[in-house]
């Protein structure tokens, strides 16, 4: 079974700033997806970014980019130019390529994070 | 295009009841998704349904907890006798399956938040 890991419950960032939001993860599969949803207040989940593992390349949506360690098993979110809609919950998740239709996804436990203006 | 609209936002409930939550997915979207979020977790899968099929319920509680969706109408979680332990925010996501899996993507309902008395 898979399983995801943030270990940081909190973080802050100074408005403008830069954040990096870490995780890992563990599976023996060769073939997933990794993915970084955000959920503010409103509790709507939304998808931030998406990493398909046989990419080497980092994926990368405007201020938001990853750093994607396969041989680590690390998938960390990099927040540049911090704003004050950022502050949130954000969660870590993968799902396996091998599962075909079925898009369960495995959720680490999430981190939240405050902006400071 | 209406998002995927889960209904009601807020249940509560007095332990022994039943709880009933409804997820309408996006138009067109023939796959749900329901997950619980536990306060302080990430969400944990429970159940995926196709339309009048139940795909994988590997994350039900094998007691107590149902799904389904029919041919017409909302997809259903039923929660019999209700407990305590029960109170989490409920969400339900929908796909299609008529994407690739290299552009597929889960939409998420804002969540029924159920809390048991």
């Known amino acids: 079974a898979q399983t995801v890991t943030q270990s940081q419950p909190e973080m802050s960032v100074q408005e403008a700033e830069t954040v990096t939001l870490s995780c890992t993860y563990d599976t023996s599969e060769s073939d997933y997806y990794l993915f970084w949803y955000k959920q503010p207040p409103s509790r709507q989940m939304i998808l931030v970014i998406r990493q398909e593992a046989y990419k080497q390349q980092n994926a990368t949506e405007n201020r938001f980019s990853v750093n994607f360690q396969k041989a680590a098993k690390s998938f960390s979110l990099k927040i540049s130019d911090s704003q004050l809609g950022d502050a949130a919950m954000y969660f870590c998740a993968y799902r396996s390529y091998s599962t075909g239709a079925n898009s369960k996804l495995t959720f680490g436990k999430g981190i939240t994070l405050s902006v400071r203006p | 295009n209406a998002g995927v609209m889960q209904n009601p936002r807020h249940l509560v409930r007095r332990r022994g009841q039943e709880a009933r939550l409804r997820c309408s997915p996006m138009?067109?979207?023939?796959?749900v998704y329901w997950y619980r979020q536990l306060p302080e977790e990430g969400l944990k899968f429970m159940v995926y349904?196709?339309?009048?099929?139940?795909?994988?319920e590997s994350g039900m509680p094998k007691e107590r907890f149902s799904a389904e969706f029919p041919k017409e109408g909302p997809s259903i979680l039923r929660i019999q006798q209700v407990v305590r332990g029960d109170s989490a925010a409920y969400f339900c996501?929908?796909?299609?399956?008529?994407?690739?899996?290299?552009?597929?993507?889960?939409?998420f309902g804002s969540g029924t938040q159920l809390s048991v008395l």
């Open positions: 996501a929908s796909s299609t399956a008529k994407t690739t899996l290299a552009n597929e993507k889960l939409f």
């Open positions: 138009k067109g979207h023939s796959h």
């Open positions: 349904l196709q339309k009048e099929n139940i795909i994988d």
